[in-house]
Each structure stands twice: as structure tokens, then as C-alpha cells.
């Protein structure tokens, strides 16, 4: 199972999208739902992407943690919950850091949102597909604005992710 995630962390993206696009197209298991060509298969693809980096970095911390703290809680009479939930705190900022991967590799998303989605105006187009198709067009300066939104927003989000935990305090 650890060498199926760890296969899963370095999985190239247009081979998922490939993947969720076999499943949802009209010959697939999962094509009488009408999915292909929509969010929710652009959502599975990157669920598909993310998942796996979510798992495996979480894994590593959780077994990082003092593997003596789980025999002196359950000798100070901790509940399995008490425990899972002491250990989940003390691999806190790993877990956190899996959840900003798993959010950098879905928001940087390309190949397999384009392959499941269409990049269709209105309907399914992301600023990562917009970028790809403005510059396909030869308007660089608004590909590079819509860059700039990018980047901005996964700043704002991981500078709220890093203030909610204490750390985004400047520190000499």
C-alpha cells in the first residue's frame, strides 16, 4: 500500500486526467453520469493528484512522532481517541504541510483538468487552463496577469494557513 501512494505522489498529471477520462467518457463504467467535460470531473482528476501527496507526507509525520508517547498515554489511561487525536497534534504542522502540497499540486493543476474539463468558457476553465490558452493566442501580458492572480491567491491562502497556526510571525 506505502509504495502505491508513494507510486501515487509522483503520478504525472495528464496520466490522471487520462485515467478519470476512461472512466467518465461515454464507453467508460462511470459515462452514463455526464461527468466528463465538467467540475466534478475535473474535481475527481485532482483528488486524484492530491490524495495521494496528502497520505503519504501525513504518514510521515504521523511516524515521526516519539513512537514511546502512544505506551505513556496508554499507561497514564488514555482513550484510543485521546491518543489518535495527542498523536494528530504532535505531527500537526507535517499534516499541515500535506494538506498545502496536496492545495500547490491542485492549484497549479494543468494537464489533466484541461483533458477531464475542456477548458470551456464559463463552464470548466480555470486560471491555469485560461493562462495556457492566452498565451496560445499571443496575449502574453494578460497570461502574465492571470499568473500574478495565481501566485497571489496560493500566497493569500498559505499566508492565512501559516497565520492560523502561529508561524506567520516574522522572527529574527
Do not use: C, K
Request: glycine share 12%.
Amino acid at each position: 500500500m506505502l509504495a502505491l501512494i508513494y507510486t501515487g505522489m509522483g503520478l504525472p498529471p495528464v496520466v490522471a486526467g487520462l485515467f478519470v477520462y476512461v472512466l467518465f467518457s461515454r464507453a467508460g463504467p462511470f459515462g452514463s453520469l455526464g461527468w466528463l467535460f465538467s467540475m466534478r470531473a475535473m474535481i475527481v482528476a485532482q483528488t486524484m493528484l492530491a490524495t495521494p501527496l496528502i497520505a503519504g507526507i501525513t504518514m510521515g509525520s504521523i511516524t515521526s512522532v516519539d513512537p514511546d508517547l502512544r505506551p505513556q498515554m496508554h499507561a497514564l489511561g488514555a482513550t484510543p481517541w485521546q491518543a489518535v487525536s495527542t498523536i494528530a497534534l504532535e505531527a500537526r504542522f507535517g499534516i499541515l504541510l500535506s494538506v498545502i502540497a496536496g492545495f500547490g499540486a491542485i492549484i497549479s493543476e494543468v494537464g489533466a483538468v484541461m483533458l477531464v474539463g475542456g477548458n470551456i468558457e464559463g463552464r470548466t476553465r480555470v486560471l491555469t487552463t485560461a493562462i495556457v490558452l492566452e498565451t496560445r493566442r499571443g496575449h502574453f501580458a494578460l497570461a502574465l496577469a492571470l499568473g500574478v492572480i495565481l501566485l497571489g491567491l496560493s500566497f493569500v491562502t498559505n499566508s492565512i494557513i501559516m497565520l492560523g497556526q502561529g508561524r506567520g510571525r516574522w522572527r529574527p
